[in-house]
């Protein structure tokens, strides 16, 4: 049952039962036929909306109406003097206030009487505009859908649309390729798009040859000028490497742990070609990871098999890679993975100017990209939203931090290679690991006196987030910025009230920049241990003073004013990169700095706590000038 088909048989259920559910969505509007002229704007508005967001369907005949506190659906019926209101939106609407007048109907494919109980229903269908079109207005405004009602677009939002339409005159993928030509598309890939484009409301007719599918093919970009474009290549072409060369290939390689014997020898071996149409180009790169990465088992699941990464991550980076890329460059995108640590999807192409925050200050280096919704090629967004493989509302980058903030993903990264080329490293691991559990237990006495409290998970992941890009940012890598669309924007809020993160001080205004506080990334203390120690301090190798470093962080600023070896073990060896299921390399740092502790214990630097056991810790000595003076 088609989507419309399933509305209307609720809505006649709801009717005969005078009950109210809520129907309306932010592609189905339900209002009575109107009686008079000022009541049809509203319906004029909602047309608007859809056609300047995701489309929708207008259904007429059926009130909404609240009586004695209770609110049902009440069947109206359709008016048939209404059809000229309906012909009317055709040429209603303008480019501009006041503009040209635009002619729409290629956007209104389908108005149709359905019947209706005893009656009948008229149903509009709009189609969104493509982004070269938007925005359209209705008088002095336009207006777009948002959940069930309308917005009036703002000023800034026409304006940054008014730039990307300028990009579109220069858009990649309708490039013309000028060595190809019609027959070089294949009829049935060509109706396999259309197949799914009917999938809920009729569009297109199946075609019988390319030749009688040529007024189609230049409305969805495929064809421009009588020529094939590289986007109809992309989508329906045969061969599509005689053409596109390296544009739809993907290089897959899998990097064996270094230092091994088989690192050599497995370089061809995991080598991977993938060379297809885009929508099967992006299953073969996602299976071919699926293939290549480690699968646990979940116990608290059932036993549940589950990657390392999530699958819907890996879908939506690497879908969008291949949406996102720059077609204009013939070269390959390529995915490395380094087992059990990464995977990077290197591409051709670049962000936009305006989404990079660039900040070298004294303060804090900062390398953040603020998310964009906005496709860089915009006809393939169209096609690739038919098949499910992009949604259009800024997911990728919005879904990575959302998975991070959500634990299930570490940070993740951008490296640029170029100014034409970029990669996107996905870390195994949780972004509130181990290290910044231990992180927070060294500082939980300062950080309680700021929050009268513990941090609740949400602040914990939040700064673990901040704490992590810092680090990135200072290794020339550049990070996702938090927004209020991804940002667990209340913890953030405390976090800055109780004095944990503050805005950079040359920070967008409208994309402020939060650091953490300098006593939570800080981890050098030499100074401190200079006036506690004195020259003695020198005569101590790397390691031993890392210990007081670490010593020193727990006594100052944690709850207990003091540490064990083996949580300064944990320390050290998660900010090392170790991992859990390391155990022997953990056991072997962990005697190493059990034997550092009673050495610096006999030598004064530290004092004992307890006599033996699992309870036994320690804290700095204040005292030893004192003591070695005397």
Same mark, same amino acid.
């Given at each position: 049952?088609?989507?419309?088909?399933?509305?209307?048989?609720?809505?006649?259920?709801?009717?005969?039962?005078?009950?109210?559910?809520?129907?309306?969505?932010?592609?189905?509007?339900?209002?009575?036929?109107?009686?008079?002229?000022?009541?049809? %704007?509203?319906?004029?508005?909602?047309?608007?909306?859809?056609?300047?967001?995701?489309?929708?369907?207008?259904?007429?005949?059926?009130?909404?109406?609240?009586?004695?506190?209770?609110?049902?659906?009440?069947?109206?019926?359709?008016?048939?003097?209404?059809?000229?209101?309906?012909?009317?939106?055709?040429?209603?609407?303008?480019?501009?206030?006041?503009?040209?007048?635009?002619?729409?109907?290629?956007?209104?494919?389908?108005?149709?009487?359905?019947?209706?109980?005893?009656?009948?229903?008229?149903?509009?269908?709009?189609?969104?505009?493509?982004?070269?079109?938007?925005?359209?207005?209705?008088?002095?405004?336009?207006?777009?859908?948002?959940?069930?009602?309308?917005?009036?677009?703002?000023? #800034?939002?026409?304006?940054?649309?008014?730039?990307?339409?300028?990009?579109?005159?220069?858009?990649?993928?309708?490039?013309?390729?000028?060595?190809?030509?019609?027959?070089?598309?294949?009829?049935?890939?060509?109706?396999?798009?259309?197949?799914?484009?009917?999938?809920?409301?009729?569009?297109?007719?199946?075609? @019988?040859?390319?030749?009688? #599918?040529?007024?189609?093919?230049?409305?969805?970009?495929?064809?421009?000028?009588?020529?094939?474009?590289?986007?109809?290549?992309?989508?329906?072409?045969?061969?599509?490497?005689?053409?596109?060369?390296?544009?739809?290939?993907?290089?897959?390689?899998?990097?064996?742990?270094?230092?091994?014997?088989?690192?050599?020898?497995?370089?061809?071996?995991? %080598?991977?070609?993938?060379?297809?149409?885009?929508?099967?180009?992006?299953? #073969?790169?996602?299976?071919?990871?699926?293939?290549?990465?480690?699968?646990?088992?979940?116990?608290?699941?059932?036993?549940?098999?589950?990657?390392?990464?999530?699958? %819907?991550?890996?879908?939506?980076?690497?879908?969008?890679?291949?949406?996102?890329?720059?077609?204009?460059?013939?070269?390959?995108?390529?995915?490395?993975?380094?087992?059990?640590?990464?995977?990077?999807?290197?591409?051709?192409?670049?962000?936009?100017?305006?989404?990079?925050?660039?900040?070298?200050?004294?303060?804090?280096?900062?390398?953040?990209?603020?998310?964009?919704?906005?496709?860089?090629?915009?006809?393939?967004?169209?096609?690739?939203?038919?098949?499910?493989?992009?949604?259009?509302?800024?997911?990728?980058?919005?879904?990575?931090?959302?998975?991070?903030?959500?634990?299930?993903?570490?940070?993740?990264?951008?490296?640029?290679?170029?100014?034409?080329?970029?990669?996107?490293?996905?870390?195994?691991?949780?972004?509130?690991?181990?290290?910044?559990?231990?992180?927070?237990?060294?500082?939980?006495?300062?950080?309680?006196?700021?929050?009268?409290?513990?941090?609740?998970?949400?602040?914990?992941?939040?700064?673990?987030?901040?704490?992590?890009?810092?680090?990135?940012?200072?290794?020339?890598?550049?990070?996702?910025?938090?927004?209020?669309?991804?940002?667990?924007?209340?913890?953030?809020?405390?976090?800055?009230?109780?004095?944990?993160?503050?805005?950079?001080?040359?920070?967008?205004?409208?994309?402020?920049?939060?650091? @953490?506080?300098?006593?939570?990334?800080?981890?050098?203390?030499?100074?401190?241990?200079?006036?506690?120690?004195?020259?003695?301090?020198?005569?101590?190798?790397?390691?031993?003073?890392?210990?007081?470093?670490?010593?020193?962080?727990?006594?100052?600023?944690?709850?207990?004013?003091?540490?064990?070896?083996?949580?300064?073990?944990?320390?050290?060896?998660?900010?090392?990169?170790?991992?859990?299921?390391?155990?022997?390399?953990?056991?072997?740092?962990?005697?190493?700095?059990?034997?550092?502790?009673?050495?610096?214990?006999?030598?004064?630097?530290?004092?004992?706590?307890?006599?033996?056991? @699992?309870?036994?810790?320690?804290?700095?000595?204040?005292?030893?000038?004192?003591?070695?003076?005397?």
């Amino acid at each position: 049952m088609k989507t419309l088909d399933r509305i209307l048989a609720r809505l006649e259920t709801l009717v005969a039962e005078q009950r109210f559910e809520e129907v309306e969505t932010d592609i189905v509007e339900i209002k009575p036929v109107p009686s008079d002229g000022g009541s049809w %704007k509203e319906r004029q508005k909602t047309v608007n909306a859809f056609l300047n967001t995701r489309g929708g369907i207008l259904i007429l005949g059926i009130e909404d109406k609240t009586e004695h506190g209770n609110r049902s659906f009440r069947f109206t019926g359709w008016r048939p003097e209404a059809e000229p209101k309906i012909k009317e939106l055709r040429t209603l609407f303008t480019d501009k206030p006041g503009g040209r007048r635009l002619d729409v109907s290629e956007f209104l494919p389908d108005f149709r009487i359905v019947e209706f109980r005893d009656g009948q229903v008229g149903v509009l269908f709009v189609d969104e505009l493509p982004t070269e079109r938007k925005f359209c207005f209705l008088g002095e405004h336009a207006w777009k859908r948002v959940i069930t009602g309308e917005e009036r677009i703002k000023e #800034a939002d026409i304006s940054r649309l008014e730039e990307l339409k300028e990009e579109l005159a220069l858009a990649r993928e309708l490039q013309i390729v000028e060595t190809a030509s019609l027959n070089d598309l294949d009829l049935d890939r060509l109706n396999e798009f259309i197949t799914a484009l009917n999938r809920q409301i009729r569009i297109a007719t199946l075609k @019988p040859t390319i030749e009688a #599918a040529l007024p189609f093919l230049v409305s969805k970009g495929f064809v421009r000028e009588g020529k094939v474009t590289t986007l109809g290549l992309l989508v329906c072409g045969q061969s599509p490497e005689r053409w596109l060369n390296f544009r739809c290939q993907v290089h897959g390689y899998v990097n064996p742990p270094q230092g091994t014997e088989e690192a050599a020898s497995r370089i061809a071996q995991d %080598k991977k070609l993938l060379i297809n149409n885009i929508l099967p180009l992006m299953e #073969a790169s996602v299976a071919y990871v699926l293939q290549n990465i480690q699968v646990g088992i979940r116990v608290e699941a059932g036993g549940r098999s589950e990657p390392e990464y999530p699958e %819907k991550i890996l879908r939506e980076t690497i879908n969008n890679a291949l949406a996102h890329r720059d077609y204009h460059l013939d070269r390959q995108v390529i995915i490395t993975i380094q087992p059990g640590q990464f995977i990077e999807i290197r591409n051709p192409g670049a962000f936009r100017k305006s989404q990079l925050i660039e900040i070298q200050s004294a303060e804090s280096p900062v390398r953040r990209i603020v998310p964009d919704p906005r496709p860089r090629n915009p006809k393939l967004a169209q096609v690739l939203s038919v098949f499910d493989k992009w949604e259009g509302r800024g997911v990728g980058m919005a879904t990575l931090t959302d998975y991070c903030l959500r634990n299930q993903l570490d940070l993740p990264y951008y490296r640029f290679y170029s100014e034409n080329e970029l990669g996107v490293f996905l870390r195994r691991g949780r972004l509130l690991d181990d290290e910044m559990e231990y992180l927070f237990k060294s500082v939980d006495g300062w950080v309680e006196q700021r929050t009268n409290g513990p941090l609740s998970e949400a602040q914990k992941l939040v700064l673990s987030y901040l704490i992590k890009s810092e680090r990135e940012n200072a290794r020339l890598r550049y990070t996702v910025m938090l927004t209020p669309e991804n940002n667990h924007f209340d913890a953030l809020r405390s976090l800055e009230t109780n004095g944990l993160i503050h805005r950079h001080l040359d920070s967008p205004s409208l994309h402020p920049v939060f650091l @953490p506080d300098s006593v939570l990334i800080r981890t050098d203390y030499g100074r401190e241990l200079e006036g506690l120690y004195g020259e003695a301090l020198k005569t101590l190798d790397d390691l031993s003073r890392r210990v007081l470093q670490i010593v020193y962080r727990h006594c100052e600023y944690s709850k207990s004013k003091k540490a064990s070896a083996r949580a300064t073990c944990f320390n050290m060896f998660y900010a090392d990169g170790g991992r859990p299921d390391n155990i022997r390399e953990f056991e072997i740092l962990y005697r190493k700095v059990k034997s550092l502790f009673n050495r610096l214990h006999t030598a004064g630097f530290l004092r004992k706590l307890g006599e033996k056991g @699992p309870g036994v810790a320690y804290e700095v000595n204040r005292e030893f000038l004192d003591n070695n003076l005397c």
